[in-house]
């Protein structure tokens, strides 16, 4: 489209933008359906300084809408640990998990990431989904003997999965529980 003009198809499509809140809604409502399951407890297991689970919400994610939900909460660089489901509007649904400097995973549980289909982030940044997501800066090829170079490096380790969405939004919220259920399983929970 040419600089100068207004997208006028665009922006007069009532439709286009109810059916977007529409989806946002859906979304809100599906993150907090899922962190009302998940008790306190539950999260004090993964973290002993746990914050419990949030949902956030935003329009401009490099432009795009966005929803995530936060699990455990705990941002520390050398201590935290997050577990945050992303829904990026035009890029996908991911679960992206947080380990401070400090905190590495035992290679039992890295090794569980992996088998499950987890990508170590290769970015400085936990919050770089630009180039975790849009430029692939992730990869199955850090064993765990090299996770001290890793996190000396990016002074975090982050893991991240993609997780399909299907149309259906019951299906949607099984696939989210079951990942959530997983992470429990790696972390032996």
């Known amino acids: 489209m040419e600089e100068g003009k207004i997208n006028l198809h665009i922006l007069e499509d009532e439709n286009l933008f109810l059916g977007i809140h ?5 979304f809100v409502s ?10 306190d407890q539950e999260l004090a297991i993964f973290h002993p300084a746990a914050q419990g689970s ?8 490099q432009h795009c809408p966005y929803q995530v939900l936060d699990l455990v909460r705990n941002f520390d660089k050398k201590e935290g640990f997050n577990i945050r489901f992303l829904n990026w509007w035009g890029n996908g649904l991911y679960v992206l998990v947080f380990f401070g400097s400090e905190r590495p995973p035992k290679k039992e549980v890295f090794n569980g990431y992996q088998q499950h289909g987890f990508e170590t982030c290769i970015t400085g940044s936990p919050w770089d ?8 800066r992730r990869t199955l090829s850090i064993a765990h003997e090299e996770l001290p170079h890793h996190v000396k490096r990016y002074r975090h380790l ?31 929970i």
């Open 22 to 26: 529409r989806l946002k809604t859906q």
């Open 129 to 136: 989904y630009t180039g975790i997501i849009k430029h692939g």
């Open 54 to 61: 949030k949902i956030t919400k935003g329009n401009e994610l």
């Open 30 to 39: 599906l993150f907090s359906g899922i962190a009302n399951q998940i008790s």
């Open 158 to 188: 982050q893991m991240v999965k993609h997780i399909p969405f299907p149309a259906d939004l019951e299906k949607l919220r099984e696939h989210i529980t079951a990942e959530w259920l997983s992470l429990k399983k790696i972390h032996d």
